[in-house]
């Protein structure tokens, strides 16, 4: 089936430095999704991006489908930013379950 | 427009005991998906359900099951429990299979 490999697994910020996640994937895929995990456990949508660039403040996301990755960016990291990002694919076929990576772990400093 | 919401939120069972979550989408959402997240395996699907039918399972023994009513709230059942099902459920919903899909805050299952 279809891996998902998230780099790197852990990060370690200063808070107001930038910092860019990977997420590459194994196959062809219909969706793409970023997430962020807060401490309490619940998944919160970042970027629906199955391929271009989008923004959200500091926030941007790149898929490029055709060499199957994406790049999660993160500018003028705050100690808020911290928990675990996931990226999730979702395949063909009518099959609508997301495909997570193992996530990265990111923690901010003051 | 109010989000996806699990009920309940924690829930303390023990051994053999089975358990039902809940999960109401986001109004008018049609497809339901249910995941399970633990420290060892991280996120792993169990089922996705779409118009009171189930569209796609993951690879989970017979003791997890669930349905779709046709207001499209969702259950999950597990039967049997044993100690290593401690963990997040979660439950997204989304307009169709490759739309964007949103979580509920979680259920957490502790099994003693």
């Known amino acids: 089936g279809i891996q998902v490999e998230q780099s790197p697994p852990d990060l370690i910020l200063q808070e107001g430095a930038n910092s860019t996640l990977r997420c590459n994937f194994s196959d062809s895929v219909n969706n793409l999704q970023w997430f962020h995990q807060n401490p309490w456990g619940q998944l919160i949508n970042l970027f629906y991006?199955?391929?271009g660039t989008k923004q959200n403040g500091r926030l941007s996301a790149t898929t490029v489908a055709t060499e199957r990755y994406s790049l999660l960016y993160i500018s003028s990291s705050q100690t808020t930013d911290s928990g675990v990002y996931f990226c999730?694919?979702?395949?063909?076929?009518?099959?609508?379950?997301?495909?997570f990576g193992k996530g990265t772990k990111l923690s901010v400093k003051p | 427009k109010a989000g996806v919401t699990q009920t309940p939120r924690y829930l303390i069972k023990t051994r053999g005991q089975q358990v039902t979550l809940s999960c109401s989408p986001i109004s008018g959402h049609r497809s339901v998906s249910w995941y399970q997240q633990t420290p060892g395996q991280g996120l792993q699907f169990l089922f996705e359900?779409?118009?009171?039918?189930?569209?796609n399972k993951g690879n989970f023994p017979g003791r997890f099951s669930g349905r779709q009513f046709s207001n499209s709230r969702s259950e999950m059942n597990v039967s049997t429990l044993e100690l290593g099902d401690s963990a997040l459920y979660l439950c997204?919903?989304?307009?169709?299979?490759?739309?964007?899909?949103?979580f509920g805050p979680g259920t957490r299952l502790t099994v003693l």
């Open positions: 999730a694919v979702v395949i063909g076929g009518s099959q609508g379950n997301l495909i």
């Open positions: 991006i199955p391929s």
């Open positions: 997204a919903s989304s307009l169709e299979w490759d739309n964007e899909q949103f």
């Open positions: 359900y779409f118009s009171e039918t189930q569209r």
